[in-house]
């Protein structure tokens, strides 16, 4: 069965994009040729090539080679590193917070967040 690959979505696209020119740029800056490069990471010049367009069908190992040989694979110890969204998710589910209350059969009706209405104020002095 031939293997097929799903489009990224655009904006991943554009971020892999971006990191193959990094990983480009990075390159030439140690003036790594690209013989040599290939030669290192165990890959044709053709995919190197590739690589550094950020083609999303390059395997992820080979990015990891790549950013090793260069030196930054310490970088991707960052990579989603501090999960700010699943630390709020797990705190919402933590023991002790109250669950907002839903309306159950003969108990009074839950007040949907919404400011009770005040009565006017009757003009005779009524209240």
């Known amino acids: 069965m031939p293997r097929t690959f799903q489009r990224p979505f655009p904006s991943v696209e554009?971020?892999?994009?971006?990191?193959?020119?990094?990983?480009?740029?990075?390159?030439?800056?140690?003036?790594?040729?690209?013989?040599?490069?290939?030669?290192?990471?165990?890959?044709?010049?053709?995919?190197?090539?590739?690589?550094?367009?950020?083609?999303?069908?390059?395997?992820?190992?080979?990015?990891?080679?790549?950013?090793?040989?260069?030196?930054?694979?310490?970088?991707?110890d960052a990579v989603a590193h501090d999960d700010e969204l699943g630390r709020k998710l797990q705190d919402l589910k933590l023991p002790g917070q109250r669950k907002p209350r839903t309306n159950t059969p003969g108990a009074a009706p839950v007040k949907t967040g919404q400011p009770a209405k005040k009565h006017p104020k009757k003009s005779d002095g009524q209240q």
């Open 14 to 76: 554009k971020q892999m994009r971006a990191l193959g020119e990094r990983l480009k740029l990075a390159r030439l800056r140690r003036e790594l040729p690209t013989v040599l490069f290939a030669e290192r990471l165990g890959i044709s010049r053709d995919t190197l090539s590739r690589l550094e367009k950020g083609d999303p069908n390059i395997a992820l190992g080979t990015y990891m080679r790549a950013l090793r040989v260069l030196g930054l694979d310490k970088d991707m």
